[in-house]
């Protein structure tokens, strides 16, 4: 057993497991971030993104040893901000949300793009989301929300 | 623009973008519920073999081997009226990926190592593997009309092709995933990512032997399904309700992605010989020899077979014609409905072949196609009728102002000798909209409005909300005609235990079908109104007057009451060093009637396009010959990102259909069926309009390298 510790959505935590276990996995069950999804297990899809230090990073390929001390942010926290507001809203406003599972990572995809670049060209945002699958919408409305709410002036 | 059409906060947006929708594998046992147990398939590792022994290792307590022998009811999944696919295999393996067993416990890692050690001995069975040896057919159909022979004994030339479309893979983003939990009263709880809450309903009460009273099925939050999650689930279904039966405990299975890439259905490939008469520079005759690789199984091969069938010629009208149409058995993955549904490989077919005889006869593409368009009035090609009005050459006409076509296929016409080479090409497409035949009528679907005493309304009906916006349209339609707030209509996922069957979610039927069932019940119950009592509307399917009714036998009649219509044009570069090709731009105008709320069919035109285009450009899978499907990871079959197809534009024509609620029709499948055939010719422009001929799909790097050598080897250069 190791014990490892990092912060998850603000708040330390301390966890014991091995090392080696996915934080994908722990994400989801032993804290009960069901946001976090699994759709390919292999880094090539971003339904299970978060953030590590403010990067954007495919949950599934990411060992619990290499967390310890760093600092995680899924959806359950990233939806108490008002960044979250704005992203909500403008994805609202697109009907950019289909079947909604690679939303959550979709949403963090974005906001990370937006810290990076505030005021992001379209060429920009698609880069920036090309890690993160969607089959359902073609993309042209999450381009168009996440464009809406960098005008909202909060990165 | 019709009011309804006027976009709003999707009623499953909340939940989704909070990342708290519950999907089949967020279930959680809190605090003393039974735990849920995970099961896994021990799948067949060979393409036809006899099984003639599992060895299993020791199982921990706690852990179990579930197979053919514990199927209480029957061992065959009923799908529609098919019903030959095994829940466990009978005593021959028939695909790789056919389910053994499946391993049941408490802990995944445990259930996986327990499966790892398992040994099948099997004795080898001759597969067959290719399409072009295969003659089991699952269905046939022949039909035709007028004398095809005759026309082309009589003609100046024939032209004839052969075109091969490959295995399209759905790739929703959530993999299948199914659970069944046994409750206390002795029914069965059955719940997961589906598409068809009372398919699956039919095949766990005929798998355990029971009656419909003691299964229920609820559609869980689904991610995505694209026909993926039409029948496929009733197999899955009906494994963890035969191993949650055995355990008296709820059992999970859901598929990580390699088992989901290449165990679960595909888009049928197919191999379509088209042939056409000419005699004096026009069309005299068309004769359609169309193949689906049913895969292993029939599943639903059938019905996939029966629309590539009746959509044959396309959007167009011949003197005469012959149309064979075959699917046929392989011992590989089976394939089953996918957007399009059997739509897309013969579009493919006709529009390449269009293009083809154009140039043969030195004509344009676009005009050349005027000439043999369907209009009102015309014989469909099973000679029922094309009752409404066909918008085609004004939607040519849109797209050529949305993307300049005629200029720039004249400017790409000329000789290009650069690295970058450009090409335009367009095709068009029709989608019949619901069922084939008369299966609406005939299984007399229906659905229920339930007013509470406080004036809520509650949708009972059993269409999945898969992403394409049914939790929010019906409501919508409801909404609309009570003349009350949305808030105040609501439709929650399906549960067979509690809702009329309203029929598959499938065929495009959903909004155009059962909506127009929704409207009428607003309707009544607007009529009958009284503040404060609980009142309940019930209305079902009645086949419109004008229908022609189909007979399957003689395939003769109405197909599909009406047709969606889509002309998409597509501009690409093709790098003459690498092969790669890029995708310029991509328009597409479709008619799909009246939007019921613009951004999600905005939203269904823009995906379905953009499957389409990764269907011609990217999405290559194929089998080795073993039959092993050789990609089975997101790196090894790939998807369209955000950043491939940047210039992607969808524009609506409405030709409003009177028997859908506000003139709509069906939207989810048109969008994707053409989108190949017109990325096929702008690539063949690109590459120099006369030499090449692309009648493959997906079109590789490596298809466009050879045809650059080709053209090297005929330029008389030394070949690299």
């Known amino acids: 057993m190791d014990t490892i510790r990092f912060e998850l959505n603000t708040r330390p935590v301390s966890w014991e497991g091995q090392a080696s276990a996915r934080l994908l996995d722990t994400l989801r069950r032993d804290f009960s971030c069901l946001s976090v999804k699994c759709g390919c297990g292999e880094g090539e899809c971003g339904a299970c993104a978060v953030l590590v230090d403010g990067r954007l990073i495919n949950s599934c390929c990411v060992a619990m040893g290499a967390v310890d001390g760093k600092a995680i942010l899924t959806l359950e926290g990233f939806r108490e901000t008002p960044q979250f507001a704005a992203l909500n809203r403008a994805f609202a406003d697109f009907s950019a949300v289909q079947c909604g599972f690679c939303t959550p990572g979709m949403v963090l995809a974005a906001h990370a793009l937006l810290t990076a670049r505030p005021d992001p060209s379209e060429a920009e945002i698609r880069e920036g989301l090309s890690g993160n699958l969607c089959r359902c919408t073609g993309y042209n409305a999450i381009v168009n929300a996440v464009k809406a709410a960098a005008k909202e002036g909060l990165w | 623009m019709n009011t309804i059409s006027r976009s709003v906060v999707k009623k499953d947006h909340e939940p989704k973008i909070r990342g708290e929708s519950v999907f089949v594998n967020d279930y959680t046992a809190a605090g003393d519920a039974r735990p849920i147990l995970t099961g896994k398939l021990l799948h067949a590792s060979v393409a036809r073999a006899k099984v003639l022994s599992v060895e299993l290792p020791e199982l921990p307590e706690g852990y179990c081997y579930v197979d053919a022998r514990d199927v209480p009811g029957s061992n065959h999944v009923l799908m529609i009226t098919w019903n030959d696919l095994p829940v466990f295999c009978d005593e021959t393996v028939e695909y790789i990926g056919e389910a053994i067993g499946m391993v049941v416990g408490p802990d995944d890692q445990e259930v996986s190592r327990i499966l790892g050690e398992i040994k099948v001995n099997y004795e080898p069975l001759d597969p067959v593997l290719d399409l072009r040896e295969a003659t089991e057919a699952v269905r046939e159909r022949d039909f035709g009309y007028g004398d095809p022979e005759k026309a082309f004994a009589e003609a100046d030339s024939v032209i004839e092709e052969e075109f091969e479309t490959g295995y399209q893979e759905h790739a929703y983003l959530e993999p299948q995933g199914f659970m069944a939990e046994p409750e206390e009263d002795g029914k069965m709880f059955v719940h997961g990512s589906c598409q068809c809450a009372y398919s699956v309903q039919d095949a766990v009460v005929s798998v355990l032997g029971c009656k419909y009273r003691d299964v229920h099925v609820l559609q869980d939050v689904t991610g995505g399904g694209f026909g993926g999650k039409e029948a496929f689930p009733s197999l899955l279904a009906s494994q963890v309700a035969v191993a949650a039966q055995k355990m008296k405990a709820p059992v999970r299975c859901v598929y990580d992605r390699k088992e989901d890439l290449a165990y679960s259905f595909k888009r049928h490939p197919s191999l379509c010989r088209y042939k056409m008469a ?140 650069g690295r970058f080479r450009r090409g335009i090409g367009m095709a068009l497409a029709r989608h019949g909209d619901g069922l084939t035949g008369t299966t609406e009528r005939d299984l007399g679907f229906s659905i229920r409005l339930r007013k509470h005493p406080d004036g809520r309304v509650e949708v009972l009906a059993a269409n999945a909300e898969i992403g394409q916006g049914t939790r929010t349209t019906f409501p919508k339609i409801v909404a609309h005609e009570l003349g009350i707030p949305l808030e105040k209509v609501s439709y929650q996922h399906p549960d067979t235990g509690r809702v009329e069957n309203s029929g598959p979610t499938s065929a495009s039927r959903s909004l155009m079908i059962v909506g127009e069932l929704l409207r009428r019940a607003a309707i009544r119950l607007r009529e009958q109104w009284a503040d404060g009592e609980e009142q309940e509307v019930r209305e079902s399917y009645t086949e419109p007057d004008f229908v022609i009714s189909f007979d399957l036998d003689k395939f003769r009649g109405d197909a599909f009451p009406t047709d969606s219509w889509s002309a998409c044009a597509v501009e690409a570069e093709v790098d003459s060093f690498t092969g790669n090709t890029e995708i310029l731009s991509a328009v597409g105008v479709f008619d799909v009637g009246t939007p019921v709320d613009e951004n999600i069919v905005i939203g269904q035109m823009e995906g379905g396009f953009l499957q389409g285009l990764g269907y011609a450009s990217m999405e290559q899978m194929a089998y080795d010959g073993t039959g092993r499907i050789r990609n089975n990871s997101f790196s090894d079959y790939l998807i369209p990102t955000a950043a491939d197809v940047p210039k992607l534009k969808t524009l609506l024509h409405v030709e409003e259909y009177p028997d859908g609620p506000y003139g709509a029709k069906g939207a989810g499948e048109m969008p994707l069926v053409g989108a190949a055939a017109a990325y096929a010719a702008a690539v063949e422009q690109a590459l120099g309009t006369d030499k090449h001929r692309l009648n493959r799909l997906p079109i590789t790097v490596e298809d466009v390298m050879k045809e650059l050598y080709r053209e090297e080897e005929s330029d008389g250069h030394d070949s690299i």
């Open chain 2, 278 to 417: 000419l005699k004096d520079g026009k069309v005299t005759a068309v004769d359609c020899d169309i193949r689906l690789n049913a895969g292993a199984y029939c599943t639903l091969s059938g019905l996939v077979l029966d629309r590539a069938a009746a959509t044959a010629a396309g959007v167009y009208s011949f003197p005469n014609l012959h149309v064979h149409a075959a699917a046929l058995k392989t011992n590989t993955v089976p394939n089953d409905a996918y957007r399009g549904f059997g739509g897309p490989q013969v579009i493919f077919a006709m529009e390449r072949l269009m293009d083809h005889a154009a140039k043969t006869l030195g004509a344009d593409e676009v005009a050349f196609r005027r000439q043999y368009l369907v209009k009102q009035g015309d014989r469909t090609v099973t000679e029922g009728r094309h009752h409404f009005p066909v918008p085609l050459p004004e939607m040519i006409d849109m797209l050529d102002a949305a993307c300049g076509y005629w200029e720039k296929h004249a400017a790409y016409a000329k000789p290009q000798n």
